[in-house]
């Protein structure tokens, strides 16, 4: 198995708990995600995930089908 990898996501959008909850089931559901934190403050979601399964440009796409588009990525 690959080891974990992390990407932190640029979400302008986001800005209550309602917000934190929806990223997170959005992303949750998605095989090979192990965690998902988000800052709102910082407007920034950080995902741990198998590389092997899923990638940053397909969490994006889930992310921007839950409403909350992606401004950038590190």
């Known amino acids: 198995m690959a080891a974990a990898t992390e990407v932190t996501l640029n979400v302008p959008g986001m800005s209550c708990m309602h917000?934190?909850?929806?990223?997170?089931?959005a992303l949750g559901q998605l095989?090979?995600?192990a965690d998902v934190r988000v800052d709102l403050g910082a407007k920034k979601v950080k995902v741990t995930y198998s590389s092997e399964t899923v990638?940053?440009?397909?969490l994006a796409k889930a992310?921007?089908?839950?409403g909350y588009p992606v401004a950038g990525q590190r």
């Open 19 to 25: 917000c934190e909850k929806a990223i997170k089931a």
């Open 31 to 33: 095989n090979g995600v």
């Open 55 to 58: 990638s940053p440009d397909v």
């Open 63 to 66: 992310l921007e089908a839950a």
